[in-house]
């Protein structure tokens, strides 16, 4: 297991996850009606320059989720700094994302879902607090990474859906192919929020696991240690018994 360190606290990965943090105004900004890169039109890629840019701003962030982990564990420079910025720039990522969906595409990300995944992301939050302070952690599952997936499939197509219903493809060739944009949108939505359920279920079940285990092994060295001085010690061999002893 390597040493958790506190030198060098801005190095390489660190830097990485907080380019993350730093690009969250630049996606705010990007989806406000301030950007002058605003198209108007309405086929092809014709006018889409601000969905295509923060689609590709938030794919490049979403990618140093898993980057800034790699080159820490590969340079060893696991750094306090980094274990305590990595999982909030995550949620400020995601938090942030949807709650500026909520109102870019209003029709595609109703209030209630950007609730669910913020929530999720609270509870998760405290789980992991309770677990640090039991002396255990919770490695993220097959189903927690099938959800951040999803989550940055939604975000982007919500953001594409904003200007495009679907995408015309090769339309020279058997009348072209169409990608749905708007209904990969919706569909990966409400599968991001099933999976975000059955997610944190399968978060608090193996958190319930391992703190009634925790729970077990305190009580366990509790009886223990109330066992070892409930003991008599031996004491000091009366006067007189060993006189006694010798009397035939």
Request: net charge positive; with cysteine; aromatic share 10%.
């Amino acid at each position: 297991m390597r040493a958790v360190g506190s030198s060098n606290a801005m190095n390489l990965p660190n830097s990485i996850t907080m380019s993350r943090v730093l690009s969250l105004p630049l996606l705010i900004w990007i989806l406000s009606k301030g950007f002058p890169f605003q198209g108007h039109g309405q086929s092809g890629l014709l006018g889409g320059e601000q969905e295509i840019i923060a689609s590709v701003v938030f794919i490049l962030a979403s990618i140093t989720d898993g980057l800034d982990g790699y080159l820490a564990r590969k340079r060893k420079q696991i750094t306090t700094m980094g274990i305590l910025l990595d999982p909030l720039a995550d949620k400020l990522m995601v938090s942030a994302a949807f709650i500026i969906l909520v109102a870019y595409t209003p029709q595609i990300v109703p209030p209630w879902i950007a609730v669910l995944v913020i929530g999720r992301e609270f509870l998760v939050s405290g789980l992991r607090s309770i677990a640090v302070a039991e002396g255990f952690t919770i490695s993220a599952s097959e189903i927690g990474k099938l959800k951040t997936v999803i989550q940055i499939v939604s975000v982007v197509a919500s953001i594409l859906a904003h200007r495009w219903n679907y995408w015309l493809w090769f339309p020279q060739v058997h009348g072209g192919f169409v990608v749905g944009v708007r209904f990969i949108a919706v569909t990966a939505i409400y599968w991001m929020c099933v999976v975000s359920i059955i997610s944190a279920v399968d978060y608090f079940v193996g958190f319930w696991k391992k703190i009634d285990h925790a729970s077990d092994e305190r009580r366990s060295k509790r009886s223990f240690v109330l066992s070892r001085k409930a003991t008599p010690s031996a004491g000091p061999v009366p006067s007189g018994s060993e006189h006694t002893s010798h009397i035939s």
